[in-house]
């Protein structure tokens, strides 16, 4: 199904290679219907004429910022007042630079310091640019804030080097394109509307005396995201809070209740439990639980300390077992073989789904705005997830959950 008609796009076009490919780009986007405004930088003029690309779209190209043909518009504003998605493909590794450190010296990156649409970006640059620190860091950067990014491919790259950098094929990034629309259309219609979703987040805390515990290294940032996102569905949200490095969001329709230890977060979720539709399980619960805490401080008494730990409460573990039809979806952050370990944890505890991370991996660990994950059900894989914005990763979890609980009897 098309999603793309009606929908004003920019691509902005860069100096690569690739930037050939921006005129397939802009024919099959306008083909699908969407009014494409092409902004060039000096650099992609070069490779490519501003005849080729405005004979395509049908539309004045864009590449000098004080070329004002109207004096009743600011071209760089209205263009980006006008967005309802901005693609720049090719990107180049200096236009993501310039996104990132949000320097506007042109057209192009003008406007996008102006933008408030959401934005893509195809990146197309040699193999071992793409895999320099900077230009890797400047892509973080840029996922952090929420833009989204459609891999290079592998393969022969126009210097002679054979790797990672071409330019993903129009093809592939029209049906990026399009999926996208499809998901945001879908978004907007409240699928979880009516539904009841609880959520769980930050690391709980497990007292050894009043002032030491056991935790673990969660922000949170990954529940607060999914929280916002099930609201912002129209779902009627609790948000189960343990100690967190993050704020919670500030929407009076979240419900937040704040929690410590493995058991009071076992006891919150239960007490909702009955009339929960969707729980997503992003906190990390401590497996293991001091077996006496004690009163008062510990004083230091010689050159060790034994404490014998007992397990907790496995939350998930015991409503996955008496689950009838709520959807539940777990977390698995792992430092290795997170495929595996992932779906042991779904089969055990009877999960729906269970979101897999590795968080050694760069953008992908505690405490970022970022994420890297694998989704995965009973059958396996569902959704393999790249770099992204924790807000994007939970968006896409609740469309797969607003999907799998729309027919279901709840």
């Given at each position: 199904m098309n999603h793309i008609h009606g929908k004003t796009i920019i691509l902005g076009v860069t100096g690569g290679i690739a930037a050939y490919k921006a005129a397939a780009l802009t024919s099959?986007?306008?083909?699908?219907?969407?009014?494409?405004?092409?902004?060039?930088?000096?650099?992609?003029?070069?490779?490519?004429?501003?005849?080729?690309?405005?004979?395509?779209?049908?539309?004045?190209v864009y590449s000098d910022t004080f070329q004002e043909r109207d004096p009743a518009e600011i071209s760089h504003i209205d263009l980006a007042?006008?967005?309802?998605?901005?693609?720049?493909?090719?990107?180049?590794?200096?236009?993501i630079a310039k996104m990132a450190l949000g320097i506007g010296d042109d057209m192009l990156s003008t406007t996008m310091l102006a933008v408030t649409a959401p934005v893509m970006v195809a990146p197309a640059m040699n193999v071992h640019m793409y895999q320099h620190p900077a230009v890797q860091a400047n892509m973080?950067?840029?996922?952090?804030?929420?833009?989204?990014?459609?891999?290079?491919?592998?393969?022969?790259?126009?210097?002679?080097?054979?790797?990672?950098?071409?330019?993903?094929?129009?093809?592939?990034?029209?049906?990026?394109?399009?999926?996208?629309?499809?998901?945001?259309?879908?978004?907007?219609?409240?699928?979880?509307?009516?539904?009841?979703?609880?959520v769980t987040a930050g690391g709980t805390v497990e007292r050894i005396d009043p002032v030491?515990?056991?935790?673990?290294?969660?922000?949170?940032?990954?529940?607060?995201?999914?929280?916002?996102?099930?609201?912002?569905?129209?779902?009627?949200?609790?948000?189960?809070?343990?100690?967190?490095?993050?704020?919670?969001?500030?929407?009076p329709q979240i419900e937040l209740l704040r929690v410590e230890s493995a058991a009071e977060m076992f006891d919150a979720v239960r007490s909702r439990w009955e009339d929960c539709h969707v729980l997503i399980s992003a906190a990390a619960v401590a497996d293991y639980r001091p077996k006496q805490s004690a009163e008062n401080k510990i004083k230091k008494s010689g050159d060790t300390l034994t404490l014998e730990l007992v397990k907790t409460t496995d939350i998930l573990g015991t409503l996955g077992k008496i689950k009838d039809r709520q959807f539940v979806i777990g977390f698995a952050a792992e430092t290795g073989n997170a495929e595996m370990y992932a779906k042991d944890k779904l089969v055990?505890?009877?999960?729906?789904?269970?979101?897999?991370?590795?968080?050694?991996?760069?953008?992908?660990?505690?405490?970022?705005?970022?994420?890297i994950v694998s989704i995965y059900d009973a059958q396996g894989l569902v959704l393999d997830l790249p770099l992204s914005s924790k807000d994007e990763v939970a968006r896409r979890i609740l469309l797969l959950a607003a999907e799998r609980v729309a027919g279901a009897a709840v």
């Open positions: 099959k986007l306008t083909q699908k219907g969407a009014k494409v405004h092409v902004i060039m930088t000096a650099s992609a003029k070069e490779f490519i004429t501003e005849l080729t690309l405005q004979s395509l779209s049908k539309h004045r007042d006008a967005a309802d998605l901005v693609l720049i493909a090719p990107a180049t590794a200096n236009s973080k950067t840029l996922a952090g804030r929420g833009i989204h990014f459609i891999e290079p491919g592998e393969g022969l790259l126009a210097c002679g080097y054979v790797g990672k950098g071409r330019m993903e094929e129009p093809e592939s990034i029209v049906d990026v394109v399009n999926s996208f629309f499809a998901d945001r259309e879908m978004a907007a219609s409240g699928p979880l509307q009516g539904k009841r979703v609880i030491r515990y056991i935790s673990n290294d969660s922000s949170g940032k990954m529940g607060f995201a999914l929280a916002r996102a099930a609201r912002a569905m129209g779902a009627d949200v609790t948000l189960i809070a343990a100690r967190t490095d993050a704020a919670p969001p500030q929407d055990r505890k009877n999960l729906d789904l269970i979101v897999a991370n590795d968080v050694r991996e760069e953008g992908a660990g505690f405490g970022t705005d970022t994420n």
